[in-house]
Nanobody, 124 residues
Framework: QVQLVESGGGLVQAGDSLRLSCAAS????????MGWFRQAPGKEREFVAV????????SYANSVKGRFTISRDNAKNTVYLQINSLKPEDTAVYYC?????????????????WGQGTQVTVSS
């Protein structure tokens, strides 16, 4: 199993930007599709963004499209989520996840490995 560690969350004001990072262990990072998901208290985990193995294909939830950008650096075993124009409704724990077979999917249950999450809190 791959170990994933998220960082970059924090307490910010609406309109601010954050860059979340997810560092992955192992030598097979470039073979994983990588995703970001988020979960607010009392709500189900929801899809945010996914990136394919090469980094040239991405998909986003409609709620974040145009504000969030997912990217990856396979040489550094790291995936990023650039978040701009933060809104209070973006408040959640953000998780990165790996799809070990390289399947490009938005379905949380299809991802095999998960980080512990990083808290993003946006005040109004």
């Amino acid at each position: 199993q791959v170990q994933l560690v998220e960082s970059g969350g924090g307490l910010v004001q609406a309109g601010d930007s954050l860059r979340l990072s997810c560092a992955a262990s192992g030598r097979a990072f470039s073979s994983y599709a990588m995703g970001w998901f988020r979960q607010a208290p009392g709500k189900e985990r929801e899809f945010v963004a996914v990136i394919n193995t090469s980094g040239r294909g991405t998909s986003y939830a409609n709620s974040v499209k145009g504000r969030f950008t997912i990217s990856r650096d396979n040489a550094k075993n790291t995936v990023y989520l650039q978040i701009n124009s933060l809104k209070p409704e973006d408040t959640a724990v953000y998780y990165c996840a790996a799809q070990n077979a390289g399947i490009f999917t938005v379905v949380a249950a299809a991802f095999n490995s998960w980080g512990q999450g990083t808290q993003v809190t946006v005040s109004s």
